[in-house]
């Protein structure tokens, strides 16, 4: 796929059960993974805020993990997936007509971070009417992204989830995955966060999923 950095040879399958995903191992190619993966440590070693900063990993209020949302007119690799081929692909694969929005953040989970709620991304987000990131609408701080509440915004159905993880040590963490639930909220897929593996999912009314709890080591994602 020309503007991806995807692996040579990479086939993406969905399951349909509990609800439609895909799990690509080795997703990115190699030298695509490291940049990423440099860029992810860059930030993480401006340290973490308890509080809300644009600028660091700040917590994220009701779960136990920081995020982090790049610039997206910033010089850094994540400009590869925040491209209308990024999204056109992801539009073939789950057959939908997804829009040119989109919002990307970073996560970090200390050790012994607690499991989320399991919720099912459902949502409809606000973006600002004329985008000023290009082409792609991409979504930094221009509005209030669940609750709106601004003119020249609107909102945009929620449809398709990438968790892309990296920088995780295999060996130490032990958890940590993203689980799947089916519609009785019963585990019914557990994701390993193995460094460059790729979790794609639809979101609909039934789309459940959380973080589990992990041990021994971070968790690192983006999403």
């Given amino acids: 796929m020309p503007d991806i950095p995807i692996r040579e040879g990479v086939e993406v ?20 993974y490291q940049e990423l993966s440099a860029y992810f440590k860059q930030v993480l070693a401006l340290g973490v805020s308890e509080q809300a900063d644009p600028h660091k990993f700040s917590v994220m209020g009701g779960f136990d993990v920081y995020d982090y949302f790049p610039d997206p007119l910033a010089v850094n690799p994540l400009k590869a997936i925040r491209s209308t081929a990024w999204i056109d692909y992801w539009a073939k694969i789950f057959d939908l007509p997804l829009t040119y929005e989109e919002l990307t953040s970073m996560h970090h989970h200390n ?5 989320n709620p399991i919720h099912n991304d459902n949502i ?3 973006f600002a009417d004329e985008s000023t990131t290009g082409e792609v609408n991409s979504w930094y701080f221009q509005t209030n992204y669940v609750q709106g509440q601004c003119q020249g915004c609107h909102e945009s159905q929620r449809a398709v989830v990438n968790i892309f993880f990296l920088n995780n040590d295999e060996e130490k963490l032990v958890g940590g995955e993203t689980g799947l639930y089916d519609k009785s909220m019963e585990l019914a897929v557990a994701v390993e966060p193995k460094n460059n593996r790729l979790l794609s999912y639809e979101v609909h009314e039934y789309s459940y999923h959380g973080f ?12």
Wanted: neutral net charge; proline residues 8%.
């Fill in 212 to 223: 589990r709890q992990n041990h021994g080591a971070p968790r690192n994602s983006i999403i």
């Fill in 111 to 115: 050790p012994e971070s607690a499991s």
């Fill in 124 to 126: 409809r987000g606000w």
């Fill in 13 to 32: 399958a969905t399951a349909n059960e509990p609800f439609r995903h895909a799990v690509i191992d080795n997703f990115f190619t190699v030298e695509y």
